[in-house]
């Protein structure tokens, strides 16, 4: 057992600060991690993201030349959605070992891991390199704290590895998929809705090129590891009044990719698709992320985990994508892993919760980690 932070009681603390996001308001939870941090010896930086949040840095100087190692997680989380709660979302409330509320998964028992490891290993008399932890906001909408940090010259030149701490239910996962986002906008002219010969309706335009892109992306060859890429048209919307031709109509489209696209190609390809006269705009790009399974550092992390766990433990990928996709290039793209407490089928579920042995074992896992990278063997 480590000693030091109840993290079953700092889970559910930070599921009390709420961080919903849109809203912005992630100082709560920044506070409460930093009044942790700053006495055990870390070095805090705070970094405003206008209408997102706020940012944290903690860092652990170390007294070796090794490139730091990172941690990075989220502070925000999604509203509490339209379905109603058998507990209060907001209440970090136990039942049957498990930790519920909004963001108990998604992912506040990551922060909570992160944080009691980062302080039990500031006993480790001498580092081999510096410890970061890279708080952020805005992942929700889009990794807007993360872009806001790799804009700014907070975060270290580079890194000897990335953690995060994203829900993987303890599995240690080495790649995730990208993803772009866009908006294509259709326009016609309205005209009255008992004499639609007279307009040119834009929501046909719209359903037209949402139907077109059902296969758009079928002979794309899929990554060996990651598998194929996949394209969803999540939203759609037009006109105003039901006895009106519509002269607006717009589409949002999900694509998730794996390495090889190029973002400006792909974009001109779907607008492209779409024929004359329609306006497509980015909403999103996060390049995918993938670390080699064989890299000796991801290698080497297998082999801890296992030792902790008992059995050899299975690595994976997945296809949300997290921090990771911006951090990894702004961090000289370490080698990363992702790998956190909490199931990601529970992340913006009603009734979300993450089981506290999970957490625990995240917690155990963080340190041996940090500790074998640190140079403090099983610490």
Same mark, same amino acid.
């Given at each position: 057992?480590?000693?030091?932070?109840?993290?079953?009681?700092?889970?559910?603390?930070?599921?009390?600060?709420?961080?919903?996001?849109?809203?912005?308001?992630?100082?709560?939870?920044?506070?409460?991690?930093?009044?942790?941090?700053?006495?055990?010896?870390?070095?805090?930086?705070?970094?405003?993201?206008?209408?997102?949040?706020?940012?944290?840095?903690?860092?652990?100087?170390?007294?070796?030349?090794?490139?730091?190692?990172?941690?990075?997680?989220?502070?925000?989380?999604?509203?509490?959605?339209?379905?109603?709660?058998?507990?209060?979302?907001?209440?970090?409330?136990?039942?049957?070992?498990?930790?519920?509320?909004?963001?108990?998964?998604?992912?506040?028992?990551?922060?909570?891991?992160?944080?009691?490891?980062?302080?039990?290993?500031?006993?480790?008399?001498?580092?081999?390199?510096?410890?970061v932890f890279i708080?952020?906001?805005?992942?929700?909408?889009?990794?807007?704290?993360?872009?806001?940090?790799?804009?700014?010259?907070?975060?270290?030149?580079?890194?000897?590895?990335?953690?995060?701490?994203?829900?993987?239910?303890?599995?240690?996962?080495?790649?995730?998929?990208?993803?772009?986002?866009?908006?294509?906008?259709?326009?016609?002219?309205?005209?009255?809705?008992?004499?639609?010969?007279?307009?040119?309706?834009?929501?046909?335009?719209?359903?037209?090129?949402?139907?077109?892109?059902?296969?758009?992306?079928?002979?794309?060859?899929?990554?060996?590891?990651?598998?194929?890429?996949?394209?969803?048209?999540?939203?759609?919307?037009?006109?105003?009044?039901?006895?009106?031709?519509?002269?607006?109509?717009?589409?949002?489209?999900?694509?998730? /990719?794996?390495?090889?696209?190029? $973002?400006?190609? #792909?974009? &001109?390809?779907?607008?492209?698709?779409? +024929? @004359? =006269? *329609?306006?497509?705009?980015?909403?999103l790009d996060a390049?995918?992320?993938?670390?080699?399974?064989?890299?000796?550092?991801?290698?080497?992390?297998?082999?801890?985990?296992?030792?902790?766990?008992?059995?050899?433990?299975?690595?994976?990928?997945?296809?949300?994508? /997290?921090?990771?996709?911006?951090? $990894?290039?702004? #961090?000289? &793209?370490?080698?990363?892993?992702?790998? +956190? @407490? =909490? *199931?990601?089928?529970?992340?913006?579920?009603?009734?979300?919760?993450?089981?506290?042995?999970?957490?625990?074992?995240?917690r155990e896992a963080?340190?041996?980690?940090?500790?074998?990278?640190?140079?403090?063997?099983?610490?």
């Amino acid at each position: 057992m480590i000693e030091g932070v109840d993290v079953v009681e700092l889970t559910r603390g930070l599921v009390r600060a709420q961080s919903v996001n849109p809203g912005g308001n992630t100082g709560r939870v920044a506070r409460i991690l930093a009044e942790l941090l700053e006495p055990a010896g870390f070095r805090l930086t705070w970094k405003e993201t206008p209408g997102k949040g706020v940012n944290l840095l903690a860092v652990l100087r170390g007294e070796g030349d090794r490139p730091p190692l990172c941690f990075s997680g989220h502070m925000d989380t999604v509203t509490p959605g339209e379905l109603p709660w058998s507990v209060d979302p907001f209440g970090g409330e136990i039942r049957d070992g498990r930790i519920y509320g909004r963001g108990a998964c998604d992912m506040k028992a990551g922060l909570a891991a992160m944080t009691a490891a980062g302080i039990a290993l500031s006993a480790i008399p001498r580092r081999a390199s510096d410890l970061v932890f890279i708080f952020t906001a805005g992942e929700e909408t889009g990794c807007d704290g993360a872009k806001d940090l790799a804009r700014s010259d907070l975060l270290p030149a580079g890194a000897g590895a990335l953690v995060v701490g994203e829900p993987t239910d303890c599995r240690p996962l080495f790649g995730h998929k990208g993803a772009l986002w866009l908006r294509a906008d259709f326009y016609g002219r309205s005209a009255h809705g008992s004499m639609p010969e007279a307009g040119d309706n834009a929501v046909y335009k719209a359903a037209r090129a949402a139907l077109a892109l059902e296969n758009f992306l079928a002979a794309s060859p899929p990554d060996p590891l990651l598998g194929g890429p996949t394209i969803n048209v999540g939203t759609i919307g037009g006109g105003g009044k039901i006895n009106m031709v519509p002269d607006a109509a717009f589409l949002e489209i999900d694509i998730r /990719t794996v390495p090889g696209f190029d $973002y400006d190609s #792909l974009q &001109k390809s779907v607008e492209k698709s779409f +024929g @004359p =006269g *329609a306006k497509v705009t980015r909403i999103l790009d996060a390049p995918s992320v993938l670390t080699s399974p064989k890299d000796p550092w991801f290698a080497s992390v297998l082999d801890t985990l296992g030792r902790l766990r008992g059995c050899p433990q299975e690595s994976g990928v997945v296809s949300y994508f /997290t921090d990771a996709s911006i951090l $990894y290039a702004a #961090l000289g &793209k370490p080698p990363t892993l992702i790998y +956190g @407490p =909490g *199931a990601a089928c529970q992340a913006h579920q009603t009734d979300e919760f993450c089981r506290i042995e999970a957490i625990e074992e995240a917690r155990e896992a963080f340190v041996a980690i940090a500790a074998q990278y640190l140079g403090a063997g099983e610490f």
